[in-house]
């Protein structure tokens, strides 16, 4: 259960604050799929910034299964990181670095043994559909297999929260129905999938919840299916 409870946040610029949370309050279900919209600049990242401790939010709660981020040890903190999948718009794929290697690294950063690597990463990328591209570096990818390495990446420790921050934004319709089809596979395995995006059509064209950002609030979206 993810719960924020009368989150504010904002930021000084120069001799302004721009406020991108005002008392937002929500809950999302284990399992879940949302998808929070809103115009670029609304807070989405924000928002995911505050879900993985990244950022504080200045007044309010972000409770993750009953446990405030904010007051957790930094021990406890990189632990629940380790929960928490992230892919973002650009990809951050390490470009001297193989797609297994890319995948690999993640797994090298918590100190997992070469024979548990050489066993999960050829299941990550079966589940991305990436079989066969594990020599490939980045730049020898298409834009849908790069995402798909990012998602990969994201899902080595098996985490219960899946964050896609803007995941088609650099994408055509093609590679982006792709990484949608893997992002809606993996919520139908039992993950919470929460995906930001400002693409009307997408989010009118996926299942799920839907959340919209606007002016520091959050409130459910009715979106009708495009004809």
């Keep these: 259960m993810i719960e924020f409870i009368n989150v504010s946040h904002a930021y000084q610029r120069r001799r302004?604050?721009?406020?991108?949370?005002?008392?937002?309050?929500?809950?999302?279900?284990?399992?879940?799929?949302?998808v929070l919209t809103g115009s670029s600049g609304a807070g989405k990242t924000t928002l995911?910034?505050?879900l993985i401790g990244e950022e504080q939010?200045?007044?309010?709660?972000v409770v993750v299964d009953g446990q405030d981020i904010?007051?957790?040890s930094s021990s406890l903190l990189q632990y629940y990181r380790r929960r928490v999948g992230v892919i973002f718009q650009d990809y951050r794929l390490l470009k001297t670095r193989t797609v297994f290697e890319n995948i690999a690294f993640a797994l090298e950063a918590c100190g997992t043994n070469r024979a548990e690597i050489k066993l999960i990463v050829p299941q990550v990328l079966d589940l991305v559909n990436l079989t066969?591209?594990?020599?490939?570096?980045?730049?020898?990818?298409?834009?849908?297999?790069?995402?798909?390495?990012?998602?990969?990446?994201?899902l080595v420790h098996s985490p219960q929260l899946l964050l896609a921050d803007e995941p088609t934004g650099n994408l055509d319709a093609a590679n982006s129905k792709e990484v949608i089809d893997n992002l809606l596979a993996i919520n139908a395995l039992g993950q919470t999938v929460i995906l930001a995006t400002h693409d009307e059509q997408l989010v009118n064209n996926l299942p799920g919840r839907?959340?919209?950002?606007?002016?520091?609030?959050?409130?459910?979206q009715a979106v009708k299916s495009a004809a």
Excluded: C
């Design 210 to 220: 839907k959340l919209f950002l606007q002016d520091g609030k959050i409130s459910e």
């Design 57 to 61: 939010p200045l007044h309010g709660k």
């Design 132 to 154: 066969g591209k594990e020599h490939h570096f980045p730049w020898q990818l298409s834009g849908g297999e790069a995402q798909r390495t990012a998602l990969a990446r994201a």
């Design 70 to 72: 904010s007051k957790m």
């Design 48 to 50: 995911f910034k505050l």
């Design 16 to 34: 302004q604050r721009i406020k991108v949370l005002e008392n937002v309050s929500l809950q999302i279900e284990p399992g879940e799929l949302v």
